[in-house]
């Protein structure tokens, strides 16, 4: 019989061990309950019956966010927690009511989820309609992945025309300020990427398609997850070809490259050039491979 034991809770240390929930810690949560806040004017006092359904809301929305155990919910006076809901119920009048809702990521201090919802009556079945509503709108929110921090260095210009025309030196920089800016503001606004300030510290590194991946040391002191850096190839006065990269800052590995490998347009057309490339391939190919399979 001792031996049976020793068995079984071998066996049961060994799936344990071998589980999803186990190889990966649950991600904390923290949520206190919301406020409520009634200014119907009506003449019942209804605090009993508001206190009690707001009890009911929060002790749903709780039993929701743990539910898959993906997530655990930790004090919001304690560490631990990933990302914190905050909201507010209000009652204006008799039938309409509003419910203030936020997820904030803790870590980059962003919202991952701001809205304002208005949900009709005063009753149990109103308000757990309202409940579900609202847990699937922060469910959704919480499995949201966090946008990777990206910091995108500024594109440089690979001349490999026979001679190179001084004069044109402050339309080429003009012209690669445009690049770096609609490539920035393409990868910014797909909701994929948080792009992190470079400044003038990328500028001491000197041409970085040459140093080898130095930009990644840069990126991590940046505070990114990863680094990009373009570089405009001029064939001739007419025609360029345009090339990315992305490394990862912590282990310098490429995660992603892209190549025009066409002759374009002039020297005007490049910012429009960049950006397609990139969307392409860092955020129209990304959108395809997450695609459900069929």
Not at 26 to 44: K, L, R
Request: some cysteine; charged content about 25%; aromatic content about 6%.
């Amino acid at each position: 019989m001792h031996r049976c034991r020793l068995v079984l809770s071998a066996c049961l240390l060994f799936v344990l061990s071998c589980s999803p929930l186990a190889a990966q810690a649950a991600i904390g949560v923290a949520m206190d309950d919301f406020s409520y806040t009634d200014t119907s004017g009506e003449p019942t006092d209804q605090t009993a019956a508001h206190e009690r359904r707001l009890a009911a809301f929060m002790a749903a929305l709780r039993k929701d966010i743990e539910a898959g155990q993906r997530y655990r919910l930790v004090r919001s006076a304690q560490g631990g927690a990933v990302f914190k809901v905050v909201g507010g119920i209000q009652k204006t009048s008799t039938l309409v009511q509003w419910a203030k809702v936020a997820v904030i990521d803790v870590g980059t201090k962003t919202l991952v989820l701001d809205k304002l919802y208005s949900f009709r009556g005063d009753n149990d079945e109103a308000w757990e309609r309202a409940q579900m509503f609202v847990s699937r709108e922060v469910m959704a929110a919480l499995d949201t992945p966090a946008p990777v921090a990206l910091a995108v260095f500024d594109f440089e210009l690979e001349d490999m025309t026979a001679a190179s025309a001084g004069a044109s030196a402050a339309s080429d920089a003009s012209y690669l300020a445009e690049v770096t800016g609609g490539v920035r503001e393409a990868l910014g606004q797909s909701g994929r990427y948080r792009i992190v300030e470079v400044g003038a510290e990328a500028g001491k590194a000197g041409a970085l398609r040459d140093c080898g991946g130095c930009e990644v040391s840069i990126a991590r002191k940046l505070g990114a997850d990863q680094s990009l850096i373009g570089v405009v190839r001029r064939v001739s006065r007419t025609e360029y070809t345009f090339g990315f990269q992305v490394r990862d800052a912590r282990t310098g590995a490429v995660l992603a490259r892209g190549d025009s490998g066409l002759r374009m347009g002039a020297d005007y057309s490049w910012k429009r050039g960049a950006v397609r490339l990139v969307t392409d391939r860092l955020i129209e190919g990304q959108q395809a491979n997450d695609a459900p399979r069929r």
